[in-house]
C-alpha cells in the first residue's frame, strides 16, 4: 500500500493562493486531491490518472476548473495541487489519495485504495 504525506497548507485570505503537496512511496497509476469542510462529507476535488501513453490526463470537479492545477512529478515521487484564486468555500481539510486505477471525479470513495492524513486550508473573507 502506497503511504501518502501530505503538506502546504495554511490560512489565506480570499483572493490568495496556496500550493498543496503530497509525498508518496513507490508508484501509483492515479493519484488525486479530495477535501471536507467540516460538517460536510468528502468531496472530490481533482484527480490525475497516467494515459496508456504516460500521458497525465487530469480531472477537477467543476467549482474548481480554472482555479485549481493538479501536477505531479514522478522522479519526485510527489503530486501537487495548485490553488489560485482561493474563496472561503475552498476551506477544508485536503486529502491525498492513490489507487492503481484511475481515479476520476465521482467515483465511488471505495475506488481509493490508499489514503494520507491531510492538511488544513482556511480562506477567511
Known amino acids: 500500500q502506497v503511504q501518502l504525506l501530505e503538506s502546504g497548507g495554511g490560512s489565506v485570505q480570499a483572493g490568495g493562493s496556496l500550493t498543496l503537496s503530497c509525498a508518496h512511496s513507490g508508484y501509483t497509476n492515479s493519484m488525486a486531491w479530495f477535501r471536507q469542510a467540516p460538517g460536510k462529507e468528502r468531496e472530490w476535488v481533482a484527480s490525475?490518472?497516467?494515459?496508456?501513453?504516460?500521458?497525465?490526463?487530469?480531472f477537477y470537479v467543476d467549482s474548481v476548473k480554472g482555479r485549481f492545477t493538479i501536477s505531479r512529478d514522478v522522479a519526485k515521487n510527489t503530486l501537487y495541487l495548485q490553488m489560485t484564486y482561493l474563496t472561503p468555500e475552498d476551506t477544508g481539510m485536503y486529502y491525498c489519495a492513490a489507487s492503481p486505477g484511475c481515479l476520476r471525479i465521482g467515483d465511488p470513495l471505495s475506488s481509493v485504495r490508499s489514503w494520507g492524513q491531510g492538511t488544513q486550508v482556511s480562506v477567511s473573507s
Open positions: 490525475i490518472c497516467r494515459g496508456v501513453d504516460w500521458t497525465p490526463y487530469p
